[in-house]
């Protein structure tokens, strides 16, 4: 499976912005998705991750009840709607994917092998 994440950007203190991962490859629909970020000086950590049939979520403590993943398997996409973006929401976002059929939900991104470049998201006044 192939990923791309796209549609960061440049936003204020308290804006939204709605990342997309886009995958290709005939595992992605059967594959659980999980966001992470980077940012510079960092290690990478985990944002949030959805299973592959879609029905189970799982958020860091600093995206809950702010982010929303959610993903359209007919399209090949899973989705980060970013809400109340902070500063220290800076960084480099990718999307990661687990191998296939492989439903936990683990937030250690060495469980998520696949991933391709990321998006940058700067949240500043």
């Known amino acids: 499976v192939q990923l791309q994440a796209y549609g960061g950007g440049l936003v204020h203190p308290g804006d939204s912005l709605r990342l997309s991962c886009a995958g290709t490859g005939p595992s992605f629909s059967t594959s659980t998705i999980g966001w992470f970020r980077q940012a510079p000086g960092m290690e990478r950590e985990f944002v949030a991750a959805?299973?592959?049939?879609?029905?189970?979520?799982r958020y860091a403590d600093s995206a809950l009840g702010r982010f929303t993943i959610s993903r359209d398997n007919s399209e090949n996409r899973v989705y980060l709607e970013m809400n109340s973006l902070k500063p220290e929401d800076t960084a480099v976002y990718l999307c990661?994917?687990?191998?296939?059929?492989?439903?936990?939900?683990?937030?250690?991104?060495?469980?998520?092998?696949?991933w391709g470049p990321g998006t940058q998201v700067t949240v500043s006044s």
């Open positions: 990661q994917a687990r191998r296939p059929r492989y439903n936990g939900l683990s937030a250690s991104q060495s469980d998520y092998p696949y």
């Open positions: 959805i299973a592959w049939s879609g029905g189970g979520t």
